[in-house]
């Protein structure tokens, strides 16, 4: 269409020079007055319609990419719109009880808000995931060589075992039930130095059996390692916003770089077949193989319970939108009695201000019906300001509907912000009283602080890593000489390019083959074509997370393996003669192409 264009005001300006030309010669006099061609220069309102023309065509080429960006963004906004959002920074807390008051679990609701005063500021935090607080105290650990001086469950290979951490917990008051606690789940996080392997991934690479024992018991109760899960691993642990659409398996691999200390939790949850025998002491065995050995050389394994992260996220209303005729995009603005502090994390819904009431907007983005000529819809967009700060803004139409309603009438917005003066706010080592909808019997201690890297990225700048997410295909690596380069690029759009990440760092080599895996499907057994990919872990700093790593990749090559193909994945070591961790085969779960 442009190259169309441009020959088309080619042959215009053709004509137009030769039109004057001829004038020139016919009219001599009259062209020294207009100074036509005045010594072989072109005519002056030429040269203007020239620079007109290009400054147009410059203008169109501006909003023609514009477009293709806008389009990207649309495109990323329905797919998944959270995808390239900076993960919310988070505080660990641990919750101080009241004995006294503390006597059954607590249940901190999925998505409920907590505020506090810090430094005379009113402040909230969102947990994003389900919490249940739990009426004990952890008073200790032990690590233990075999043999082993307490009981052992009966189904223990004696042959394989040869450590056992043993967690010591003491319940608050006679009114609480291990059985109850155990079926209502236990948070427990385990401590460990800012550098080198965290603790709970080398219990979760050596780990062989789980027992609960109480020292007026002489049994051992054994719980399926099944019920022992790190939420690094769990899809429901999310602490990023996310859709019903989206992949939580990205999110997970998200989190699993940025919000490192999600990797030191693991949830217990398990509804004992045989009752423990009532008492205040009990004791939580992990069963650990000789790969536990890493573990002998540290002093004090800390585990602790009723710690929990909280994202820096909450739900506010917006100022005031004053809707004209003339504008397309509004920005959106967070509560300005606050000053400066709030920031907009997303724009949730729109609603407009009628003298009656208030009617919401339909998002332009979902599933429902809009008819675009007579209904108000909206959009979201995100630019850059002046300052360099990032702006939210809400783009709504100019047409039929906007006849209906009054020139610049109120709209507001539904968003979720954060604070962005919470580094002066909060430092390890407050402690504060919740002020939650149900008064929590303690107050909270803060532990830790993550605060991920700021970014002001808007969405056309991920355009180019937004289609390698989704173009990315395991089988195009086959036999390629930089598969391994290819892969660790890919799993560095789940992180900030430019960070250090020990788990990428350490990936030696890879290899890919195509294999047909049995599976036994309605009685039937099928043997199911796919990939095998093994890959190799130098190992020899044993500073990176291997294991919990490793199971995060199963789950994520899995999720986007198609569902009439197979994946198994192998890690291997190269130092320390390590057994490699070999997975099982699985079916694919993505279901389109």
Request: hydrophobic residues 40%; aromatic residues 10%.
């Given at each position: 269409?442009?190259?169309?264009?441009?020959?088309?005001?080619?042959?215009?300006?053709?004509?137009?020079?030769?039109?004057?030309?001829?004038?020139?010669?016919?009219?001599?006099?009259?062209?020294?007055?207009?100074?036509?061609?005045?010594?072989?220069?072109?005519?002056?309102?030429?040269?203007?319609?020239?620079?007109?023309?290009?400054?147009?065509?410059?203008?169109?080429?501006?909003?023609?990419?514009?477009?293709?960006?806008?389009?990207?963004?649309?495109?990323?906004?329905?797919t998944?719109?959270?995808?390239?959002k900076?993960?919310?920074?988070?505080?660990a807390?641990?919750?101080?009880?009241?004995?006294?008051?503390?006597?059954?679990?607590?249940?901190?609701?999925?998505?409920?808000?907590?505020?506090?005063?810090?430094?005379?500021q009113?402040?909230?935090?969102?947990?994003?995931?389900?919490?249940v607080?739990?009426?004990?105290?952890?008073?200790?650990?032990?690590?233990?060589?075999?043999?082993?001086?307490?009981?052992?469950?009966?189904?223990?290979?004696?042959?394989?075992?040869?450590?056992?951490?043993?967690?010591?917990?003491?319940?608050?008051?006679?009114?609480?039930?291990?059985?109850?606690?155990?079926?209502?789940?236990?948070?427990?996080?385990?401590?460990?130095s800012?550098?080198?392997?965290?603790?709970?991934?080398?219990?979760?690479?050596?780990?062989?059996?789980?027992?609960?024992?109480?020292?007026?018991?002489?049994?051992?109760?054994?719980?399926?390692?099944?019920?022992?899960?790190?939420?690094?691993?769990?899809?429901?642990?999310?602490?990023?916003?996310?859709?019903?659409?989206e992949?939580?398996i990205?999110?997970?691999?998200?989190?699993?770089?940025?919000?490192?200390?999600?990797?030191?939790?693991?949830?217990?949850?398990?509804?004992?077949?045989?009752?423990?025998?009532?008492s205040?002491?009990?004791?939580?065995?992990?069963?650990?193989?000789?790969?536990?050995?890493?573990?002998?050389?540290?002093t004090?394994?800390?585990?602790?319970?009723?710690?929990?992260?909280?994202?820096?996220?909450?739900?506010?209303?917006?100022?005031?939108?004053?809707?004209?005729?003339?504008?397309?995009?509004?920005?959106?603005?967070?509560?300005?009695?606050?000053?400066?502090?709030?920031?907009?994390?997303?724009?949730?819904?729109?609603?407009?201000?009628?003298?009656?009431?208030?009617?919401?907007?339909?998002?332009?983005?979902?599933?429902?019906?809009?008819?675009?000529?007579?209904?108000?819809?909206?959009?979201?967009?995100?630019?850059?300001?002046?300052?360099?700060?990032?702006?939210?803004?809400?783009?709504?139409?100019?047409?039929?509907?906007?006849?209906?309603?009054?020139?610049?009438?109120?709209?507001f917005?539904?968003?979720?912000?954060?604070?962005?003066?919470?580094?002066?706010?909060?430092?390890?080592?407050?402690?504060?009283?919740?002020?939650?909808q149900?008064?929590?019997?303690?107050?909270?201690?803060?532990?830790?602080?993550?605060?991920?890297?700021?970014?002001?990225?808007?969405?056309?700048?991920?355009?180019?890593?937004?289609?390698?997410?989704?173009?990315?295909?395991?089988?195009?690596?086959?036999?390629?000489?930089?598969?391994?380069?290819?892969?660790?690029?890919?799993?560095?759009?789940f992180?900030?390019?430019?960070?250090?990440?020990v788990?990428?760092?350490?990936?030696?080599?890879?290899?890919?083959?195509?294999?047909?895996?049995?599976?036994?499907?309605?009685?039937?057994?099928?043997?199911?074509?796919?990939?095998?990919?093994?890959?190799?872990?130098?190992?020899?700093?044993?500073?990176?997370?291997?294991?919990l790593?490793?199971?995060?990749?199963?789950?994520f090559?899995?999720?986007?393996?198609?569902?009439?193909?197979?994946?198994k994945?192998?890690?291997?070591?190269?130092?320390?003669?390590?057994?490699?961790?070999?997975?099982?085969?699985?079916?694919?779960?993505?279901?389109?192409?």
């Amino acid at each position: 269409m442009m190259n169309k264009m441009l020959k088309y005001f080619e042959q215009e300006l053709s004509g137009i020079r030769q039109g004057l030309e001829a004038f020139r010669l016919k009219f001599q006099k009259e062209a020294e007055i207009l100074n036509l061609n005045n010594k072989g220069q072109e005519d002056p309102n030429v040269t203007r319609l020239i620079d007109s023309f290009a400054w147009v065509s410059a203008k169109n080429a501006q909003e023609i990419d514009q477009l293709k960006y806008r389009h990207i963004e649309e495109f990323i906004e329905v797919t998944s719109p959270n995808l390239f959002k900076q993960v919310p920074a988070t505080i660990a807390c641990t919750f101080i009880h009241n004995p006294d008051d503390f006597t059954k679990p607590v249940v901190l609701s999925k998505g409920g808000e907590v505020s506090f005063d810090l430094a005379g500021q009113q402040t909230k935090f969102t947990h994003p995931i389900a919490t249940v607080l739990s009426p004990l105290t952890i008073t200790g650990t032990q690590f233990e060589q075999t043999p082993f001086n307490h009981p052992t469950p009966v189904d223990i290979d004696h042959g394989k075992v040869k450590y056992c951490l043993r967690v010591n917990i003491d319940l608050i008051n006679d009114e609480v039930d291990i059985n109850t606690l155990l079926a209502a789940g236990l948070q427990l996080h385990f401590g460990h130095s800012r550098t080198g392997r965290c603790n709970l991934d080398i219990i979760m690479q050596s780990l062989c059996n789980i027992a609960l024992t109480c020292d007026v018991q002489q049994t051992s109760i054994s719980i399926p390692k099944e019920s022992f899960n790190p939420i690094a691993h769990d899809q429901q642990a999310l602490y990023s916003p996310i859709s019903d659409n989206e992949l939580a398996i990205y999110f997970q691999l998200k989190e699993f770089f940025t919000i490192t200390d999600k990797r030191n939790y693991v949830r217990l949850q398990h509804k004992t077949a045989g009752k423990l025998a009532p008492s205040s002491h009990y004791f939580l065995d992990l069963y650990l193989d000789e790969f536990a050995q890493e573990l002998m050389a540290k002093t004090d394994i800390q585990v602790s319970v009723n710690r929990f992260l909280m994202t820096n996220l909450f739900k506010q209303v917006s100022e005031p939108i004053s809707v004209t005729h003339q504008e397309l995009s509004y920005p959106i603005i967070a509560d300005a009695s606050v000053g400066n502090n709030l920031e907009v994390y997303s724009v949730d819904d729109l609603y407009k201000v009628n003298s009656t009431n208030q009617e919401r907007i339909k998002p332009v983005i979902g599933s429902e019906h809009i008819d675009y000529q007579q209904d108000w819809y909206w959009s979201g967009k995100q630019k850059i300001s002046t300052n360099g700060n990032l702006e939210h803004h809400v783009v709504l139409p100019i047409n039929k509907a906007l006849t209906r309603e009054p020139n610049g009438f109120t709209a507001f917005a539904n968003i979720t912000c954060s604070n962005s003066n919470l580094h002066s706010l909060v430092h390890i080592g407050n402690q504060f009283v919740a002020d939650a909808q149900e008064a929590l019997p303690g107050e909270l201690y803060i532990n830790d602080v993550n605060f991920t890297p700021n970014s002001t990225n808007i969405p056309e700048h991920h355009y180019w890593d937004f289609l390698k997410l989704m173009s990315f295909n395991l089988s195009a690596m086959i036999d390629k000489p930089d598969a391994k380069a290819r892969l660790v690029q890919f799993l560095r759009l789940f992180t900030y390019n430019n960070a250090k990440y020990v788990e990428l760092d350490s990936i030696e080599a890879l290899n890919l083959t195509k294999v047909n895996a049995p599976f036994l499907v309605e009685g039937r057994m099928l043997f199911v074509p796919g990939i095998e990919l093994k890959l190799l872990f130098n190992n020899a700093e044993q500073n990176a997370d291997y294991f919990l790593f490793s199971q995060l990749l199963n789950l994520f090559f899995a999720s986007i393996t198609s569902f009439d193909r197979s994946f198994k994945l192998t890690v291997e070591f190269t130092h320390f003669n390590w057994l490699p961790i070999n997975f099982e085969p699985v079916l694919g779960v993505r279901a389109c192409a």
